[in-house]
């Protein structure tokens, strides 16, 4: 069975920095895509950013490349999002997700391609 449980998020100030950590229980979390998606109130969940299980590739939102970093480190079953010159419209819950997979290079990117998912974390930027 595979769980999954967030942490670090919070409130910041525009232009500030959060990171983001997900704990992923179980021996399979080398087989994992690992996902990150974002929901904010009145609007669909979106993606952000996704890594693939061996960490050779990763994917990101437009909105977010170039000021969020996604990483994974096997040995401790997390996966972490930097996120860096945050913006008020980056307010959101924001969500770790698990795909159980064979394709070592996978980076999927919709909502429907993930198996499990995490509680979810607010994170909130003011302006």
């Known amino acids: 069975q595979v769980q999954l449980v967030e ?6 100030q525009a232009g500030g920095s959060l990171r983001l950590s997900c704990a992923v229980s179980g ?6 895509a690992m996902g990150w998606f974002r929901q ?7 993606f952000v950013a996704a890594i693939s299980a061996n960490g050779d590739r990763t994917n990101y939102a437009d909105s977010v490349k170039g ?6 480190d096997n ?11 945050l913006k008020s419209e980056d307010t959101a819950v924001y ?16 909502t429907t391609q993930y198996n499990h998912w995490g509680q ?5 930027v003011s302006s």
């Open 75 to 85: 040995a401790k079953n997390t996966v972490n999002l930097q996120m860096n010159s």
């Open 120 to 124: 979810g974390t607010q994170v909130t």
């Open 67 to 72: 000021r969020f970093t996604i990483s994974r």
């Open 95 to 110: 969500y770790c997700a698990a795909r159980i997979t064979d394709y070592g290079y996978y980076t999927p990117v919709a």
């Open 27 to 32: 021996r399979t979390f080398s087989s994992c």
């Open 7 to 12: 942490s670090g998020g919070g409130l910041v």
């Open 40 to 46: 904010a109130p009145g609007k669909e969940r979106e």
